[in-house]
């Protein structure tokens, strides 16, 4: 075992040697590889080193832009981060295909957030709820100097409950606190409110009532801060024939039923609506790993994972539509420190969190009607192969003719990962 003391008082260089010397061997360019991957621009450099602890270098991902977005009645080319190819190429599909059909409707349900005080109790619960009620509006004054601001930009504290969850963890209660976070994410203004709380709580009932706060923290599950998403068209839009888009659209739904009881598909088509939103999340500088957290909470909320999505066929017209949590900012953390997040914000034209809230959720319901409609149909792995052939050409460090050969010997025959490499080596004998 390798043990060092101060690493993080290091400079970058002297860990980059560290990391070099004690795990990587001796003949890896990784060296080289971690400080190639550096920006020149120091300033630049810098502000990213800045974001996280111990950074060495810096991960690209790969910023691509969908195009052909009308949401609302609007027209969006949305930003998207993420690595996996045929994703954006996806997107960009099913954006162009409602383009002509009323595009994206939207419309955010809530956008309530959520923040709990977790606390012991071992006396009489009436006693405890009588003070509660009695002192409710103490928690409310205390936080007053947190909430202040907040408050001037329409946000702050909407509720603070006291519950009972004795029945699931003996001497278990909380405060279960709600809050407007408006266009910031909110995190450390609702933990600072909770942290307050905690205060206040144990102000309250000390000594005599024996009340121990074990935590306080936001809770990334808000259920109530929901966003839907939607296409729809009469059903002849979907073929060229009536029957054909008929099939189409049962097969469809049918997707969509099999992935409300099955959770083995629930899962994977649900994975697939997270391509899309992770990647605008990423674009915008927001937390996506809070998001997806809720995402499959929120998945699971009857008891059974399900799909986020949902179709009908009603009266001849085809809906699609998701209903997804989404708690994003777009003003504080990386949203005004990231160059690219502004660009990617700009990009959007400069939204609100509730128009981020939209245009995420429909990035998500994009993804999934690209990947179902290709599933009901030719089955994904044309699309995916094509996409990843290039992934295979460059590996092989390939030539702009190879790849051109390459593509065009591909358009007619089908693309594995073994052909691919055969082909390869074919051409260069
Ligand atoms: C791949 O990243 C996503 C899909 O598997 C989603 C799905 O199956 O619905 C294609």
Partial sequence: MTKISGFSKLSKLDKI??????????????????T???????????????????????????????????????MFCIPMVIEES?????????????LDKGGF????????KVGQVHFKFSGDFNKLKTLFDEQKSKFFEDASSITKNMEKRGGGILDIQLVDKTELLSSYYQLHCTFET??????????????????????????????????????????????????????????????????FAQRFKYAI???NVEPYRAVTHNKGIMNGIDAVVLATGNDFRAIEACA??????EGRYKSLTHASIVDDVFRFWIDVPIAVGTVGGLTSLHPLVKVALQMLNNPNAKDLMK???????????????????TGIQKGHMKMHLLNILNQFEATPEEKEQAIEYFKTHTATHSEAVDFITRIRK
């Fill in 17 to 34: 040697n560290w990391v070099c010397d004690n795990y990587l061997s001796e003949n890896s360019n990784a060296k080289d590889i971690i």
């Fill in 36 to 74: 190639q991957y550096l920006n020149d621009d120091k300033k630049l450099q810098k502000l990213h080193d800045e974001f996280a602890e111990n950074t060495i270098s810096n991960y690209y991902l790969p910023f691509g832009v969908a195009p052909n977005f009308c949401i609302d009645g609007e």
């Fill in 86 to 98: 045929s994703v954006v190429a996806a997107a960009s599909k099913a954006a162009k295909f409602w």
């Fill in 105 to 112: 409707k939207t419309k955010v349900l809530n956008t309530t």
């Fill in 182 to 247: 408006v266009d910031a994410m909110g995190a450390n203004f609702i933990n600072s409110c909770l942290e307050q709380f905690g205060k206040t709580l144990e102000d309250i009932y000390q000594p005599e009532f024996d009340v121990e706060v074990i935590l306080c923290i936001l809770s990334n599950y808000v259920p109530e801060c929901l966003v839907r998403a939607e296409v729809s068209c009469p059903l002849h839009l979907l073929g060229k024939t009536e029957k054909e888009a008929l099939n």
């Fill in 257 to 259: 039923d099999i992935a």
């Fill in 296 to 301: 499959h909470a929120y998945a699971s909320k």
């Fill in 359 to 377: 245009i995420i959720a429909v990035a998500g319901l994009a993804q999934n009607f690209a990947a179902v409609n290709s599933l009901v149909t």
